[in-house]
């Protein structure tokens, strides 16, 4: 009963106290930190907006986001409706 519950919420709190501290560890612990405009930095955004700009090309997701004003059409955006179940 209630010992379970205090017990998970004992061990919940601890493990966020671990999450808090190997994080803090991880950043006191890196002899170099990169800064938001060093060049290393830029270059990791800079592919990353490259691979998702192939993605949404070679994926067509430009034209999946198109609705073809039906019911059940394939877009990413509409509304997916189905009028054949409980009456």
Do not use: T
């Not at 430009?62 to 409706?81: K, R, Y």
């Amino acid at each position: 009963g209630v010992s379970f519950v205090s017990l998970v919420l004992v061990i919940v709190y601890l493990g966020g106290m671990l999450v808090v501290f190997v994080y803090s560890v991880s950043l006191a612990a890196d002899p170099y930190p990169e800064a938001w405009g060093s060049w290393g930095v830029v270059g990791y955004g800079l592919g990353i907006g490259l691979v998702v700009m192939v993605g949404l090309v070679i994926g067509g997701v430009l034209g999946l986001l198109v609705d073809e004003g039906m019911v059940n059409s394939g877009g990413l955006l509409s509304v997916q409706s189905d009028f054949s179940g409980v009456a």
